[in-house]
């Protein structure tokens, strides 16, 4: 009697060990990006009123989608007929930041870095421009303490020694 208790107790032993790793797993396939690096850039969701050199120049929303792994952002100017989109995105492979936008000029932009001392600094890899000009985009977003966010895009025409300002931007949670 004693050899099946203790026989049984080793079975339902077993039997915990190795469901118990599979629990785990499942708790980590229902939230894949709950992880600390998916939150870097958290402080950018919102709807924002944007303003460069003092002046309202357009909105932006960037929301959380597909199960918090994604960011969507929509953006629409008051100074122009522009618009766009963008996903932003933690990737696991590679522990960089993905940042893929496209305009409704047909204008693209492909990003990717990582987020350090409040920023998130990415940078595109060198192309050439519709006019023939080597660019290299570098966009830093800065996690301000007062709650707005700074975008400062700045491209390179050499190759990434020299860059100067293309974009100075605040944002300001909408009310």
């Known amino acids: 009697m004693e050899n099946i208790r203790k026989n049984g107790l080793l079975q339902i032993s077993l039997l915990v060990l190795l469901i118990l790793p599979l629990k ?3 708790q980590d396939t229902t939230c894949p990006c709950c992880s600390k690096p998916y939150h870097q850039f958290d402080f950018w969701v919102g709807d924002w009123v944007v303003y460069s050199k003092g002046r ?3 909105f932006n929303k960037i929301m959380k989608i ?3 792994c994604i960011l969507r952002e929509n953006w629409v100017s008051t100074v122009s007929s522009h618009t766009g989109t963008s996903y932003s995105f933690y990737n696991r492979n590679t522990r960089l930041w993905t940042h893929v936008w496209v305009d409704n000029l047909g204008n693209p932009l492909y990003l990717t870095g990582i987020y350090r001392d409040k920023k998130m600094v990415l940078t595109s890899r060198e192309y050439t421009d519709v006019k023939g000009n080597r660019i290299i985009d570098r966009i830093t ?3 301000n303490d007062n709650g707005t966010v700074r975008q400062l895009w700045e491209q390179s025409q050499d190759g990434g020694l020299d860059f100067s300002v293309f974009f100075d931007g605040l944002y300001r ?3």
């Open 141 to 143: 977003w800065f996690n």
């Open 173 to 175: 949670r909408r009310k």
């Open 56 to 58: 309202m120049v357009g």
């Open 24 to 26: 785990v797993i499942a």
């Open 66 to 68: 597909e199960s918090n």
